[in-house]
């Protein structure tokens, strides 16, 4: 397969930060809403009606405002400073896919890897991202790279084990 050049912006260092916050906030709510049922049972077995369901609003008051301000400032503004912080994010890359994995040239890095050594992926309207560990990934912004290229990536880390987007390799 051809090569493919491309460097990540901001905006899809971003747009990766945002997609990949969304699947840590999933686990996160189910921890919270574990204590908070644990919470509201305890205040249903000591106290009255009345002081569970404050606890119940307030705790999804607490969760709606807290996602939304982690989504759109906290996240956004950290995905920028790490970008700009991070040199290597901004140089340019040539991506090199195989059947048996893919590289990435760059004018101060080189990485080969196998399809087999990623531990997931995902992807959303911006970015595809191959993931190395549960929090960090090479980012291909989708609209740099021919799609044949991310479909091609998707195939075989599929064939690979990792069957479905944000599934991790068992």
């Known amino acids: 397969m051809e090569p493919a050049a491309y460097s990540i912006s901001q905006e ?12 840590s906030f999933i686990q996160f709510v189910l921890v919270v809403g574990f204590f908070v049922i644990a919470m509201t049972a305890l205040l249903l077995a000591l106290f009255e009606w009345n002081s ?3 606890a ?21 503004r950290h995905a920028k400073k ?12 040539e991506l ?8 990435m040239v ?34 291909l912004p989708k609209p740099q790279i021919p799609a044949s290229h991310i479909d091609f990536a998707r195939e ?3 064939e690979s084990g990792l069957v479905k987007k944000r599934k991790r390799r068992k």
Not at 61 to 75: I, K, P, W, Y
Not at 82 to 93: I, Q, T
Not at 111 to 136: G, L, P, R
């Open 12 to 23: 899809d260092h971003v747009a990766f930060s945002v997609m990949h916050f969304y699947g």
């Open 82 to 93: 790490s970008w700009r912080d991070f040199a290597l994010l901004r140089e340019p890359v």
């Open 156 to 158: 075989r880390l599929m």
């Open 106 to 139: 760059q004018p101060s890095a080189e990485v080969t890897a196998k399809w087999s050594d990623m531990v997931a992926w995902n992807e959303s309207e911006h970015v595809f991202a191959i993931y190395i560990t549960q929090h960090q990934a090479y980012i």
């Open 52 to 54: 569970a369901y404050s």
């Open 56 to 76: 119940i609003i307030g705790g999804a008051v607490g969760m709606v405002l807290m996602f939304v301000l982690t989504r759109f400032v906290t996240v956004p």
């Open 96 to 103: 090199t896919l195989s059947q048996d994995g893919f590289s």
